[in-house]
């Protein structure tokens, strides 16, 4: 029989940043037994890095930004060398890569566009298209509701907050669509052309907005100042994509992954549709259990105590949110789907000042979803074998054929 000592020893020698590890459901064993150590482990590779897998530790590290920096990259897996360049040449100018003080100056410029009558519009268009959606891919015939569901609902609605004009939406939501399918650490050249595609929209979009100002993101963007100085183009531009970017990833895998986990509890989706548990803590008890952002990669800027160990300056620190998440210790029955729970302090989006900005849009986007299928009483029936993506960044599906019934 093997001992805890054993499976900890062989649990702590996988590499985490294998994107295939992902493909199936071992990282939640490796991941608690990983938490049972106590304390944060070190991995090997070149270079190494520190595992940070409990609440505790993880949200240490959160709360204390000036202390580990983003501005070398957010994830594993890559060339370091190449990761660390591309994140110097953005660090300073795009949000997620950016240390305080300037990470609050551009937040707040970006900030600035939501306000209450933007926040209105966005709820009603969000429901409006979430039910369009469900309602359109609700025949009873098979569909992939990744496609026809879950990624064009983020790339619907972030259109509407950066204030794409009608005539382009189409156009906008089947290159973001092509820039984010099935989108891993080795990219496709489609994906590449489709990013760069983006690339040159936000800054044609930009451009326009400085002539034609609007009640959206970009028109913000555009007319930003960051430190008392203007925001370049290229500043704007890259925070522009960084929006879509972040606006598509969350809401896809997480509402991608709701369709089956309400297949697998189905308890919890009669007391849903009974009316006995509310959207909004359907939607945050879904994000904490999918957690589809599985890591976030920090630097040390000074040497400090984690926990029981010390972490040196210059040290990665790796920040497993999924297991945050089903932390025992914190979470009452973590691997059990329940819509009561009650606190429910997930860590989905961060903490502290990287605390995702677009939080408040995925929340919305997955309670109208959510919403849109319990109104409609809709039965979701497997047709096939879905297909988790391959990533140690994020975790959701490429594909996944289903039913959706309508009562």
Request: proline residues 5%; negative net charge; glycine residues 8%.
């Amino acid at each position: 029989m093997t001992t805890t000592d054993e499976w900890l020893s062989a649990a702590s020698e996988i590499d985490l940043a294998d994107p295939l590890l992902y493909t199936g459901e071992r990282p939640e064993r490796i991941w608690r037994t990983l938490r049972s150590a106590g304390e944060p482990l070190r991995a090997g590779g070149d270079p190494g890095y520190w595992v940070m897998t409990r609440y505790e530790d993880v949200a240490a590290v959160y709360r204390n930004g000036s202390l580990f920096s983003s501005e070398k990259g957010m994830q594993l897996g890559l060339d370091r060398s190449a990761a660390e360049a591309a994140a110097e040449a953005a660090a300073g100018r795009m949000l997620i890569v950016t240390d305080d003080p300037r990470h609050a100056e551009i937040r707040r410029a970006i900030g600035a566009a939501f306000t209450p009558k933007m926040l209105r519009r966005l709820e009603d268009r969000t429901t409006a298209v979430a039910h369009r959606l469900v309602a359109g891919a609700a025949t009873g015939e098979t569909i992939d509701f990744v496609e026809e569901v879950a990624a064009r609902l983020p790339a619907t609605v972030i259109c509407e907050l950066i204030g794409v004009p009608d005539a382009d939406r189409d156009h906008v939501t089947e290159t973001t669509q092509a820039a984010f399918g099935g989108a891993t650490g080795d990219p496709t050249a489609t994906q590449v052309a489709a990013h760069a595609e983006l690339f040159d929209y936000c800054d044609h979009l930009v451009t326009l907005k400085r002539r034609e100002p609007a009640d959206d993101v970009a028109t913000a963007l555009a007319n930003a100042t960051v430190e008392g100085t203007p925001m370049s183009q290229e500043v704007a531009v890259l925070n522009c994509h960084g929006l879509i970017s972040g606006g598509n990833e969350t809401t896809r895998h997480a509402s991608s992954t709701t369709a089956l986990t309400l297949l697998t509890a189905p308890d919890q989706w009669d007391l849903l549709r009974a009316g006995q548990v509310g959207p909004d803590d359907a939607a945050e008890e879904l994000l904490r259990f999918s957690s589809p952002a599985n890591h976030v990669l920090r630097v040390a800027t000074r040497d400090q105590r984690i926990g029981s160990v010390t972490v040196s300056a210059g040290e990665y620190v790796t920040l497993w949110l999924g297991s945050a998440n089903h932390d025992e210790d914190v979470f009452d029955a973590p691997d059990r789907l329940r819509f009561s729970r009650h606190p429910n302090r997930h860590v989905t989006f961060g903490l502290g000042s990287h605390f995702c900005l677009g939080a408040f849009l995925a929340r919305m986007e997955l309670r109208a979803l959510v919403r849109a299928l319990a109104e409609m009483g809709v039965t979701i029936e497997p047709r096939g074998v879905p297909h988790r993506l391959a990533s140690n960044f994020l975790r959701g599906y490429t594909s996944m054929p289903l039913a959706l019934i309508r009562r």
